[in-house]
T-cell receptor
Framework: DAMVIQNPRYQVTQFGKPVTLSCSQT?????MYWYQQKSSQAPKLLFH???????NEADTPDNFQSRRPNTSFCFLDIRSPGLGDAAMYLCATSGDRDSQETQYFGPGTRLLVL | GNSVTQMEGPVTLSEEAFLTINCTYT??????LFWYVQYPGEGLQLLLK?????DKGSNKGFEATYRKETTSFHLEKGSVQVSDSAVYFCALRANFGNEKLTFGTGTRLTIIP
């Protein structure tokens, strides 16, 4: 089945130690998104790629970066994780940026910062 | 700006009860509206959507109708099951240069056998 895959499902890192989360998709979608979801809160968009064009949300900290080497893969890099960055990170894709397009979510990576 | 207001939770119901989770929105233009469901420890799954006024989205016994006059998109199910226990998020996606989903705060639903 076509899907959005995130690895790993659980990631433990140390305070200040860089970490990379991975997302891949078999949907051949143009748009890939990264959301951060803290406990009992709604997901919050960090940034998205429309094809190769990177679009950062205004309030996303500089500590968060992203790479999209090809259509299928997108990475979230946290350069110096703090305790406040512990959260579920959700990757999503959509065929286009039109409002009617559904965003399809992966299962998420839960990040724990020690 | 765009916003979604969702019914406060948590909501606890007995199996086979009728479910309504209220959702209202504020947006310019004609947004698309979505309900997502999140089971414990998992990502979000699309439950249903509606892209224009008076559209009804439906899936797995759940329904929601896009009401532009009341800016609402309430989620309903006639007879809930234990397996429906999850967190439900109402969301909108505006159609004027804003690609992101704007989510409500989520409603945790627990169904008791």
């Amino acid at each position: 089945d076509a899907m959005v895959i995130q690895n790993p499902r659980y990631q433990v890192t140390q305070f200040g130690k860089p970490v990379t989360l991975s997302c891949s998709q078999t949907l051949n979608h143009n748009v890939m998104y990264w959301y951060q979801q803290k406990s009992s809160q709604a997901p919050k968009l960090l940034f998205h790629y429309y094809d190769k064009d990177f679009n950062n949300e205004a309030d996303t900290p500089d500590n968060f970066q992203s790479r999209r080497p090809n259509t299928s893969f997108c990475f979230l890099d946290i350069r110096s994780p703090g305790l406040g960055d512990a959260a579920m990170y959700l990757c999503a894709t959509s065929g286009d940026r039109d409002s009617q397009e559904t965003q399809y979510f992966g299962p998420g990576t839960r990040l724990l910062v020690l | 700006g765009n916003s979604v207001t969702q019914m406060e939770g948590p909501v606890t119901l007995s199996e086979e009860a009728f479910l309504t989770i209220n959702c209202t929105y504020t947006a310019t233009g004609y947004p698309s509206l979505f309900w997502y469901v999140q089971y414990p420890g998992e990502g979000l799954q699309l439950l249903l959507k509606a892209t224009k006024a008076d559209d009804k989205g439906s899936n797995k016994g759940f329904e929601a109708t896009y009401r532009k006059e009341t800016t609402s998109f309430h989620l309903e199910k006639g007879s809930v099951q234990v397996s429906d226990s999850a967190v439900y998020f109402c969301a909108l996606r505006a159609n004027f240069g804003n690609e992101k989903l704007t989510f409500g705060t989520g409603t945790r639903l627990t169904i008791i056998p």
